[in-house]
């Protein structure tokens, strides 16, 4: 029976230690792959700091936060951007994880890690983790793949005492500015400026006749798309606009064999 006592209690400080350092040794290099709460490409949710840590989620009293310098509101392709991620409030070690995610759901851009935290690898995307568990805050580089595209980053942070985790996610669009002024756009007209109900699409470039089309809000997100048996040179495309569509401005992606190009107007 004093054997017995004795193993119960060797058990369980054990078990004590192993939860006291949970954060400081189990994950101190750095979080395995896939733990942003991020979606996945094939419908699903990544799992998140919580599924090894326990604890609460978003619940806690620490603060996350992911700051991007110069606060972009469009994604320049191919431009390097310096990020920061911070985990305050609480005590103790903790840790993170981040993802940057295009609008099919697969990983973008290359991220290039900082002194306190590490690539990792996993899912055919690219994550950045904490490589100690010593750290409130991480510095890295993400740079934008070379061709525009939207983009979101989720991440999740833990803290070890109290143990919880906190995830956020941040959506910035592709700035398009630079495939509206370019030689596909040679012509093609739309019109009008101020529409209603209706907007019409003139082709003007022989070369390049629009195959489809998709009308974007100002967050890049799709409101419209469709696709045509080729627009000829002269022809004019009429795209009823959705029935709901809010007021304000919006961008039509016209694409071609030659390329895409850009026309925007405004939603009475």
């Not at 525009?148 to 942070?157: G, L, P, Q, R």
């Not at 419209?224 to 048996?229: H, P, R, S, Y």
């Not at 000829?232 to 961008?251: H, R, T």
Request: net charge positive; proline share 4%; charged share 10%.
């Amino acid at each position: 029976m004093k054997t017995f006592k004795l193993i119960s209690a060797f058990i369980l400080v054990l078990v004590l230690i192993f939860n006291s350092t949970e954060w400081s040794v189990g994950n101190s290099g750095g979080a395995v792959p896939a733990r942003t709460g991020a979606p996945t490409a094939s419908g699903g949710t990544e799992l998140t700091c919580q599924a090894c840590h326990g604890g609460g989620l978003n619940t806690g009293p620490s603060t996350l936060t992911l700051n991007i310098e110069g606060n972009p509101q469009f994604i320049n392709a191919g431009q390097a951007y310096v990020c920061t991620v911070a985990l305050s409030g609480g005590n103790g070690n903790r840790g993170f994880q981040i993802v940057a995610l295009n609008a099919a759901n697969n990983g973008t851009g290359t991220f290039t890690p900082g002194s306190n935290n590490r690539i990792a690898s996993g899912a055919g995307r690219q994550y950045v983790t904490h490589n100690s568990g010593n750290s409130q805050s991480w510095v890295f580089t993400w740079t934008a793949p070379t061709t525009a595209e939207n983009v979101t980053f989720y991440v999740a942070s833990g803290t070890k005492s109290p143990a919880n985790t906190y995830t956020l996610s941040k959506a910035i669009p592709a700035d398009l500015t630079s495939i509206e002024q370019n030689t596909v756009a040679e012509g093609i007209k739309l019109y009008p400026s101020f529409a209603d109900q209706q907007i019409f699409i003139q082709s003007g470039n022989m070369s390049n006749p629009l195959n489809s089309w998709t009308i974007v809000d100002q967050l890049g997100k799709t409101v419209a798309k469709g696709f045509e048996n080729e627009t000829n040179f002269g022809e004019v495309l009429k795209i009823d606009l959705p029935s709901g569509m809010k007021s304000g401005a919006y961008s039509v992606l016209l694409d071609g064999p030659k390329g895409r190009t850009l026309k925007r107007f405004i939603k009475n």
